[in-house]
């Protein structure tokens, strides 16, 4: 007999989920949901981790056997972590042929850097300011994951952060708002293209709603603390900005905000994302935290934890059972109402409904496409464009950098260097270990140059993975002497230091976050014997560089850039692409000073000094970071001249120009990222020193000069206000346009009635 689910198809689907009409779409949705039971609604709201080889035998246990049961019932809506065509076809058979209604599965998966290829981590690649680039690593992820038979992705992460302590910076954009809403958009357009009935598209999924990003201390899964303009103003943009994207999914966040776990925060998911922002998506817990509130101290127990969560919005529970398990009866027993079970399952079929699942559940299932399309060459050739433009060149004391490409004797120093793991990142999806391209091999291949490579020491000892901790050494230094007699025969001497890959990510927090291990302490010991020490950083993260910024020439940020890592290296070090990334999050002087940030709130005695002493200062450093957010160097120099604004007043309904002439007065073409700032002089809450509202990268050749324009109107002078609402207040602004977030030469304009 044919499925439920194929009538109600011929019924309802016209051509395609492209060319639907919304009302058959909604009305094939509404038809299935009255045929369904409390049970089969709790089951599409359930998601399961893979739990056994789905072309193998049956499961065996009691665990498992329960799992599959509910499968074949009709009782799982959604799989994570199952990957591969022939292990997705034979889940989803079992879902569509072997249920009641049919209703396919939809797979996700942590896909955030890439899927086969893999590209910078999403700091990393924020810090190119390039959205098109970002879009399109997106794009290649999409196509590669759906190509291997997913439909869905747990990106992008979109929390803004501060804090470098928190490992899962990584993920993000940085700490400013509107790039991270930028950034936002162009990710969410690449994994779900123009159209997610499209084979090659995944659905998007913006989280962690909201506030995860401000844990205290750094400290993952940590409360939260902030207040309501901080939530508006800082956290929520980005979100926003995904939902005006079309982001067809969100997931909530395991911390606490207001004092209440996210995934029980109504006021949050129902009354702003559902109700004031129209999104008419699905919400999916992270792993488990329905059933983690109760250890929040907020949930009595798993059913009170299910019935809490449900009333606040959560439409699908990821991994903690309490759906599938307590729904029915909290709907019996009249705690929950079912409409708010049809609201969720609505929501899950949609996105179903959208990707085509109910046209064909197995299009994504296409082992010609996963043999053809994963990993090419071409997709490996924009990792390397990528992975070039990510690179931040933080010093460059007398123009050690470029190297020279003949001549010279190079000794290149540290475990990863050779690592062809660690640059590969945390979240690497299913790319295979020790598949990236190493500094050694990039190197190697500018034949013009002798090159020597000596471990130094190991950081780190052992395997590592996600779920473990990275094992490091603090003991062993017999590769010292190896190192130092290279370095004290070479003319250039490359250090390649950091963190490994797995050191930073999710619960991977750090007190301190200067260089790991005895890394500082062999640097120290080879600068005694080699001073023209080019330092290359590899990390997840901002660390804390002031002694290498004191006492090492050139200091270059390499992050952690995926596939194509060593050969990007190479070639920046080389000169054959000038670097011209930008830092979208702040270096800290020391960890005391975390959370460190540009667009931060003045004081009522603002520190000038050190030496002062009833300010807001330290003691022992300078407030401002040590890089700070936009920073960052090039081969070339760039000069900025006849900063003007078109009018010293502007309406609501004007605009005004701001404009710059930028100048490559260097010997180097290379790219600027030119960013416009503006301050709201006085506010009905206290306004940031500048906020970034616009940018611009361009590309200028030795002596070139270009004129770069930004358009302020009032929607760039917006702020979530004392009314409780977003509005541009009248007064006085003050508008800068520079290399980074420290310039301070600004034009005065007023927004008037």
Known sequence: MKKFIYSLFVLFFIVSCQNSDVSEKEKFIEDLISKMTLAEKAGQMNQYNGFWDATGPMPQGDYQKKRYNELKNGQVGSMLNVIGVDEIYALQKIAVEETR???????????????????????????????????????????????DGLHWTFAPMVDISRDARWGRVMEGAGEDPFLGSLIAKARVKGFQGNDLSDVNTIVACAKHFAGYGFSEAGRDYNTTDFNHYTLHNTIMPPFKAAVDAGVRTFMNSFNTLDEIPATGHKHIQREILKGDWNFDGFIVSDWGSIDQMIPHGFASDGEHAAELAVIAGSDMDMESSLYVSKLAGLVESGKVNEELLDDAVRRILRVKYELGLFEDPFKYCNQERSDSELGTEENMQVA?????????????????????????????????????????????????????VSVVEGMKKYSGNKTIYEKGVDLYYGETNFHNRVKLNFNDRSDFGKAKLAAASSDIVIMVLGEEGHQSGEGRSRTNIYLPGLQKELLKEIKRVNKNIVLVVMSGRPLDLTWEDENIPAIVQAWQLGSKSGDAIAQVLYGDYNPSGKLTMSFPRNVGQVPVYYNYKNTGRPSTSIEQVTNSGYADVENSPLYSFGYGLSYTEFSYSDFEISSDSMTKDSKINASVTVSNTGKFKGEEVVQLYLRDIVGSIARPMKELKGFEKIELAPGESKVVNFEIDSSLLEFYTYENKWEAEFGKFHAFIGTNSDVSDFKEFRLVK
């Open 101 to 147: 209604l049919g209703i396919p599965l939809i797979f996700g998966h942590d896909v955030i850097h890439g899927y086969k290829t893999m590209f910078p981590i999403p700091l990393a690649e924020s810090s190119s300011w390039d959205l098109e680039l970002m879009e399109k690593s997106a794009r290649i992820a999409a196509t590669e994951a759906s190509a």
């Open 384 to 436: 390397l464009d990528a992975a070039k433009k990510s690179i931040v060149l933080l010093k460059n004391d007398n123009q050690l950098l470029p190297l020279k490409k003949q001549n010279q004797k190079i000794a290149i120093i540290g475990q990863l260097a050779n690592d062809k793991n660690s640059t590969l990142g945390n979240w690497r999806s299913q790319v295979e270990n020790n598949s990236a």
